[in-house]
């Protein structure tokens, strides 16, 4: 089964820090997913990778994969409050489409 | 444009109670469905998927099954609920191929078992 390891778990950060959550997955995938979950809320689509070498940026967030390493970051840059949330990568496996593996995902808090 | 609905948004359901979570897409033809289950402070996990009408795929054994009696219409089931079964859980769908791979979920189920 493939295995997807999120750190860190936990993440707490002053407002305008930089950051970096890694996502490590154990066994070849050709595609990626981040997510973002809100308290008791589903999951918002934030960025899919699907190639070696793939960036994404979005806002305050950048996120990049390499497939021979088996790691996606997700970049945080000069962070806001609004961006407290819970961030988790998820894997594809399999040729079915979301047939997706999911880290424990890392909660981010980001205060004044 | 395509939307996903899921119901009911929240229950709470006594031990060995049946349960039907029911989830319908819509503005889309022949997509593949999911149902994850997302246990309290951890990640999700796939229960089933479909790739068709009547066709179903488990990922782990477990208490509850699934059906799709409509092409856009996914339902999850339990005869007996066990406490275990308690967690929020999330109908997904997807295209087979194309719209940049993207996986979109519904709102989501708040399921507890007293």
């Known amino acids: 089964e493939l295995k997807v390891e999120q750190n860190p778990l936990f993440l707490s950060m002053q407002e305008g820090k930089n950051y970096t959550i890694y996502c490590n997955y154990s066994t070849t995938s050709d595609r990626l997913y981040w997510y973002r979950q809100d308290p008791g809320k589903s999951l918002e689509s934030l960025f899919v990778?699907?190639?070696?070498?793939a960036v994404k940026q979005e806002g305050r967030l950048m996120a990049s994969l390499d497939t021979k390493a088996r790691l996606s970051t997700l970049h945080i840059t000069a962070a806001v409050h609004d961006l407290s949330a819970t961030y988790f990568c998820a894997v594809g496996g399999g040729s079915t489409l979301g047939r997706l593996y999911f880290g424990r995902g890392t909660q981010l808090t980001v205060w004044p | 444009s395509q939307t996903i609905h899921q119901w009911p948004a929240t229950l709470v359901q006594p031990v060995g109670s049946p349960l039907s979570l029911e989830c319908t897409v819509e503005?889309?033809?022949?997509?593949?469905l999911y149902w994850y289950r997302q246990a309290a402070g951890r990640g999700l996990q796939l229960l089933f998927y479909s790739v068709g009408i009547g066709q179903i795929s488990s990922e782990v054994p477990q208490n509850l099954s699934a059906s799709r009696p409509q092409d856009r219409q996914f339902i999850l089931s339990s005869k007996k609920l066990l406490l275990s079964d308690s967690g929020f859980y999330l109908c997904?769908?997807?295209?087979?191929?194309?719209?940049?791979?993207?996986?979109?979920f519904g709102e989501g189920s708040w399921l507890t078992v007293v």
């Open positions: 503005g889309t033809s022949n997509p593949n």
């Open positions: 990778l699907l190639s070696n070498g």
């Open positions: 997904a769908w997807s295209l087979v191929h194309g719209s940049g791979n993207t996986i979109y």
